[in-house]
């Protein structure tokens, strides 16, 4: 069965930093693109970071580049999202979500969210 | 790039049929075929519903299908269950530093 469990998340102020892990089983975790979603309090879906490790291949959102970085732990089957410089806007609950094969903008899996609160 | 158009809200009576729509551009929704459609129930993560316009995952009831027409994408969902009251978002690939562009979302309500 394929899990995906996020932890780390929390409330920091503006300009602090926070670290996101996404804890993986059930599939070879180098084989499949990993992404970090959120979700604003209230609000849609966001993409903002992309990962594929078979091929080293990264993208991150506009939003978010520059200040956050996605990485993987093969040998722990984990995914993290390192934020720095954190800001208000970037309040919300933090999905992290594996591919559904060899498409793109398909998500089949997804963890059960982790929130982060920045707030003076 | 700008997130895709969705409608606020559609309702529909059990046993009905509702259509969400989805409206990008040519750069997202017209330019390939991987939109990807998500139910989500308050407080839960994101559920695949439909991939690659219209395929669906395993599981996923036949209730539930997709299409696309131009620059715009639909989710139909017919023989409503009250189950299928959730929020609704659309999603698609637009290019090597746009990979997933989702809509606003549609929150379904069935009455």
């Known amino acids: 069965e394929v899990q995906l469990v996020e932890s780390g998340g929390g409330l920091v102020q503006p300009g602090e930093s926070l670290r996101l892990s996404c804890a993986v089983s059930?599939?070879?975790?180098?084989?499949?693109?990993m992404i970090w979603v959120r979700q604003a309090p209230g609000k849609g879906l966001e993409w903002i970071s992309y990962?594929?490790?078979?091929?080293?291949?990264?993208y991150y959102a506009d939003s978010v580049k520059g200040r956050f970085t996605i990485s993987t732990d093969d040998a722990k089957n984990s995914l993290s999202l390192q934020m720095n410089s954190l800001r208000v806007e970037d309040t919300g609950v933090y999905f992290c979500?594996?591919?559904?094969?060899?498409?793109?903008?398909?998500?089949?899996?997804w963890g059960q969210g982790s929130l982060v609160t920045v707030s003076s | 790039q700008s997130a895709l158009t969705q409608p606020r809200s559609v309702s529909g009576s059990p046993g009905q049929s509702v259509t969400i729509s989805c409206t990008g551009t040519?750069?997202?929704?017209?330019?390939?075929?991987?939109v990807s459609w998500y139910q989500q129930h308050p407080g839960k993560a994101p559920k695949l519903m439909i991939y690659?316009?219209?395929k669906r995952p395993s599981g996923v009831p036949d209730r539930f299908s997709g299409s696309k027409s131009g620059n715009t994408a639909s989710l139909t969902i017919s023989g409503l269950q009250p189950e299928d009251e959730a929020d609704y978002y659309c999603?698609?690939?637009?290019?090597?530093?746009?990979?997933?562009?989702f809509g606003g979302g549609t929150k379904l309500t069935v009455l």
């Open positions: 979500a594996r591919d559904h094969g060899s498409s793109w903008a398909s998500f089949a899996y």
């Open positions: 059930g599939f070879t975790f180098s084989s499949h693109a």
């Open positions: 990962i594929r490790p078979a091929t080293d291949t990264i």
């Open positions: 040519s750069s997202d929704i017209g330019g390939y075929n991987f």
């Open positions: 690659d316009v219209r």
């Open positions: 999603c698609s690939y637009g290019g090597s530093y746009h990979l997933a562009i």
